[in-house]
């Protein structure tokens, strides 16, 4: 789980906290940073953990609730509300400092998965899932806001690439223990079970967040209101967003409806909220905006369907085809590590339009396994591939970001890069699932799991993973257009 701009709107963070040691001796594990970085990369390790967890114990969870029509829901529900939050996160960090939005944040996170994990019917289980969403769309654009603000830029990488290796554990870990749990005691205590780990983030970031990052930019933001207009369209894009996800799941005339409603909704909230040209891909700042929910969009949108695919076509346990993404997350930190580096600075957009193609080939040849002489495990050595070009692209536009964001308006532009993010997950979930349901992909039976080659059929996977393939494609041209004209 996946994560991760909007235009003028005096947003956050000033890097505060002057180092009382020379920046050259300084990192992100120095004196002076170490209790809140190993803070704020545990609450990035247990957003990581709630990802691949859960989404290795989804498939079982969407059959037991009689919802795998509703499969894509689960995925996008989640990013649907975080949308909202994400605006809500830039207001509230500006005026009032990130750590409010933070531990709100956390709190929704939780509360959301105990609902899941408790739902009797699948439309619990996705209010769940879009309550965890709002929490978590809280707290990532906060936790940017305590990045502009408490490290120096040369550490901004640094940080970036903790973030990124904070995913490997669970990434190993999380499919298996979630696997064997689902199997042995039941897919719901992989969601009321993650709860507990939200005490040692907030033992130990919370205060060093409330001494170097807390409060306002300046005194007179402090009393001012939150800005209304962006409320309405934050509201305007997470309701757009759900009747398009609606409209798309019910492949029925009356569907119009609701589509062109959503349409109607968020387009003028997107204009709203991103920055001026981000859709053109001007260089510059929108195309650094573009790109990541190019980049996002087409990978999560094609992972979440991963799983599925390999238990319902290829007989696999839901353990093993968690485990089929579990090297990915190593891949994807050591691409973070490399990106990181000081060398590589002059050649960072190369390395992302390397990463983009990287990405489009992994996703390319997942429905490869379709075919039943094709090993299954290729799944497991291209997504590796395609989670190494995702740590080159993902990391790397953040610190872009940053880099081209006045201090004032880092937390605007951060809010922005997450919206881009989320909103491709909901449009592009959105559209993979209304092709997977309108192909037979609804068609998963409960016994599908143990009869390899059941339930849906292969075209309804293969017209997820190809369009999808086609998307990343395009962001490797979108990543020419990262520096602006003049630099």
Do not use: C, N
């Given at each position: 789980?996946?994560?991760?701009?909007?235009?003028?709107?005096?947003?956050?963070?000033?890097?505060?906290?002057?180092?009382?040691?020379?920046?050259?001796?300084?990192?992100?594990?120095?004196?002076?940073?170490?209790?809140?970085?190993?803070?704020?990369?545990?609450?990035?390790?247990?957003?990581?953990?709630?990802?691949?967890?859960?989404?290795?114990?989804?498939?079982?969870?969407?059959?037991?609730?009689?919802?795998?029509?509703?499969?894509?829901?689960?995925?996008?529900?989640?990013?649907?509300?975080?949308?909202?939050?994400?605006?809500?996160?830039?207001?509230?960090?500006?005026?009032?400092?990130p750590l409010g939005a933070l531990t709100t944040g956390i709190a929704a996170f939780g509360a959301g998965l105990l609902l899941s994990g408790t739902a009797g019917v699948m439309w619990v289980f996705i209010l769940?899932?879009?309550?965890?969403?709002?929490?978590?769309?809280?707290?990532?654009?906060?936790?940017y806001v305590?990045?502009?603000?408490?490290?120096?830029?040369?550490?901004?990488?640094?940080?970036?690439?903790?973030?990124?290796?904070?995913?490997?554990?669970?990434s190993i870990v999380g499919p298996l223990a979630s696997g064997a749990v689902t199997e042995h005691l039941g897919w719901r205590w992989v969601f009321v079970g993650i709860p507990v780990l939200v005490v040692f983030p907030l033992a130990l970031a919370l205060p060093q967040?409330?001494?170097?990052?807390?409060?306002?930019?300046?005194?007179?933001?402090?009393?001012?209101?939150?800005?209304?207009?962006?409320?309405?369209l934050a509201l305007g894009i997470s309701l757009g967003a759900g009747l398009l996800q609606y409209a798309a799941q019910d492949l029925r005339w009356?569907?119009?409806?609701?589509?062109?409603?959503?349409?109607?909704?968020?387009?003028?909230?997107?204009?709203?909220?991103?920055?001026?040209?981000?859709?053109?891909?001007?260089?510059?700042?929108?195309?650094?905006?573009?790109?990541?929910?190019?980049?996002?969009?087409?990978f999560i949108a094609a992972e979440s369907f991963v799983p599925l695919m390999l238990v319902t076509q290829r007989g696999l346990s839901p353990t093993l085809a968690g485990f089929s993404l579990a090297a990915g997350g190593v891949t994807w930190a050591l691409a973070s590590w490399v990106q990181s580096r000081p060398r590589v600075e002059p050649y960072r957009e190369r390395l992302m339009t390397v990463g983009m193609l990287l990405v489009a080939a992994a996703i390319a040849a997942a429905p490869s396994v379709l075919i039943d002489s094709v090993p299954a495990w290729t799944v497991a050595v291209s997504w590796a591939f395609g989670c190494f070009g995702m740590g080159l692209v993902i990391s790397s536009s953040s610190v872009l970001l940053l880099h081209l964001s006045a201090p004032e308006e880092a937390g605007t532009n951060s809010a922005a890069l997450q919206i881009s993010d989320a909103l491709s997950n909901v449009v592009l979930l959105s559209a993979g699932g209304a092709a997977f349901a309108a192909l037979g992909g609804g068609a998963v039976s409960h016994t599908?799991?143990?009869?390899?080659?059941?339930?849906?059929?292969?075209?309804?996977?293969?017209?997820?993973f190809l369009p999808m393939a086609g998307v990343a494609l395009a962001g490797a041209w979108v990543t020419t257009r990262l520096r602006a004209s003049h630099s």
């Open positions: 789980m996946t994560p991760l701009d909007e235009p003028r709107d005096a947003d956050v963070a000033k890097t505060s906290a002057v180092p009382s040691v020379p920046e050259d001796a300084e990192s992100v594990l120095s004196r002076s940073h170490r209790a809140l970085s190993i803070g704020i990369v545990s609450v990035v390790l247990l957003i990581a953990f709630e990802a691949t967890a859960v989404g290795t114990a989804m498939p079982v969870a969407a059959r037991e609730l009689d919802g795998v029509s509703l499969y894509a829901f689960a995925f996008s529900g989640y990013f649907t509300t975080s949308l909202f939050g994400m605006v809500l996160a830039g207001q509230w960090s500006d005026r009032r400092g769940g899932r879009a309550v965890q969403g709002l929490g978590g769309g809280l707290v990532i654009v906060a936790l305590v990045v502009g603000r408490a490290y120096s830029e040369r550490l901004r990488p640094a940080i970036m690439a903790a973030f990124a290796a904070s995913w490997v554990v669970p967040i409330r001494r170097r990052a807390a409060g306002p930019v300046d005194d007179s933001a402090g009393s001012a209101s939150f800005d209304r207009r962006r409320i309405r009356f569907s119009l409806v609701p589509g062109v409603l959503g349409a109607a909704l968020l387009v003028p909230a997107v204009l709203g909220l991103l920055p001026r040209g981000t859709y053109r891909a001007v260089r510059g700042l929108p195309s650094v905006v573009l790109l990541r929910g190019v980049a996002a969009g087409s599908a799991v143990e009869v390899a080659g059941s339930g849906s059929h292969p075209a309804a996977f293969a017209a997820v």
